[in-house]
Each structure stands twice: as C-alpha cells, then as structure tokens.
C-alpha cells in the first residue's frame, strides 16, 4: 500500500488566521480525499481531489472555506481558513488505491483557540 | 440513503477472551464493505475488505469478518484478543465503484490484561 506523510502533524492556530495542510504521497495516485475527524466523532469527507481538476466537495463544505490544490500525482493540500474553535479537528488525507481502498495519512491534528 | 452502523460506542474484553465488534449497513445493491482501526494518536489503518466471493474475508493482525447479506451484517471478529487491539474500529461501505466512502460512528475497543 502507498506510504503517505502530512505535515504538520500538528499545531495551535489562533482564530481569524489559515493553516494549510501538505499530503505527500510515495506513488502516484489518481484519486485523493480529505476527511475531518471532530474530537470524538467519525470521519466525514470533505472534498475529493482529482488531478488535472477542481475539487469536488461534500454538502456543507465550501471552497472559500477549505481550498484544495493538487498540482501533480503524487500531492496535495487543504487549507482551512478563517478558522474559528469549531474547526479544531483531525485532518486527514486518503488515496484509493486497489479495488475501491483508501489508505490513509496519520493526521493533522489541528487546535483552533 | 446509504448507511453504516456500529451499535455499541464500546466494547469491552479480557486479553485471550474472543473480541466482536458489530456493523452493519443499510444500501441497495451489493455493497463494498470496509473495516479500518485508529491506534491513538495516529491516522487509520485499514485492516480488511469485502467485496465479492467468500463471506469470511481475513485481515491484518489476525482479524477476520463475515459478510452476511440476509442480516446486513459485517462484524469484525478475533479469536484472542490482545491488549494491543485496544483502539478505535470503523466500519465503512462503498455503495458501488466510484463512491464515496461511508463511516461508521466507530466503536472503541478496550482489552483488558
């Protein structure tokens, strides 16, 4: 399965200000998500990131408020901007690789004060 | 709509003593089936897969799950737990090729020496 890293693993951000989140992949990968974990709770996609395309993104999630770049195969960003406490959360990067399966990238884990 | 169930927020087990954690899903069609764990701290690893052929599918660490059409059921089962396991377990389901993933709330495995 494909090796993925994100950086930063984690970070303390104030209110009003924007973090952006790298997933580096170690193949080349067609599709990759972006999935947020709030404290507690299950995974729920945000976006879905194509090479070559825009990112298509879940109900409730905005463009404005979560960019996504994903300039070649093997990488990708989410920025989270404007962040308020309620985007303190976990943020995860995936790549589907093999019959449908996503493997997952450890996380940033993001606190918003 | 499609969804995915974990009925019990935890389970609890003695080490050596069998674990299940139960899932179970609602969709139309025949479903892609996904069970993935969170150690502490750290991002998901998926652990096995169902998506046609045998109903028993075997995974990694010693994990197996049964498919089970008539109840809409696929548990996660080991016949000798570890205190290692302890962790979160999610199940996840695909609709069809193409489709986004699904979470369950997941359930928090505690094994106790």
């Known amino acids: 399965s494909a090796v993925i890293s994100q950086k930063p693993s984690r970070d303390i951000c104030q209110r009003g200000t924007s973090l952006t989140i790298q997933c580096q992949v170690d193949?080349?990968?067609?599709?990759m998500f972006w999935y947020r974990q709030q404290p507690g709770q299950s995974l729920t996609l945000i976006a879905t990131?194509?090479?070559?395309?825009?990112?298509?993104?879940e109900s409730g999630f905005v463009i404005d408020k979560f960019p996504i770049s994903r300039p070649n195969l093997t990488f990708s960003t989410l920025t989270v901007s404007n962040m308020s406490p309620e985007d303190s959360s976990i943020y995860l990067c995936?790549?589907?690789?093999?019959?449908?399966?996503?493997?997952f990238g450890p996380g940033t884990r993001l606190l918003v004060l | 709509a499609q969804s995915v169930a974990q009925p019990e927020d935890q389970v609890n087990v003695a080490e050596g003593n069998p674990l299940t954690v139960k899932c179970t899903y609602s969709?139309?069609?025949?479903?892609?089936l996904f069970w993935y764990v969170q150690y502490p701290n750290r991002g998901l690893q998926f652990l096995l897969k169902?998506?046609?052929?045998?109903?028993l599918v075997k995974g990694s660490y010693g994990f197996e799950a049964e498919f089970n059409k008539s109840q809409t059921s696929f548990h996660l089962k080991k016949p000798s737990a570890l205190v290692s396991d302890s962790a979160l377990y999610f199940c996840?389901?695909?609709?069809?090729?193409?489709?986004?993933?699904?979470f369950g709330g997941g359930t928090r495995v505690l094994v106790k020496p």
């Open positions: 995936s790549v589907e690789q093999g019959a449908e399966t996503q493997y």
């Open positions: 193949s080349q990968v067609t599709m």
């Open positions: 990131a194509n090479q070559g395309s825009e990112a298509t993104y």
């Open positions: 969709v139309s069609g025949n479903p892609y």
């Open positions: 169902y998506i046609t052929g045998d109903n």
């Open positions: 996840s389901m695909i609709k069809a090729a193409g489709n986004k993933l699904t």
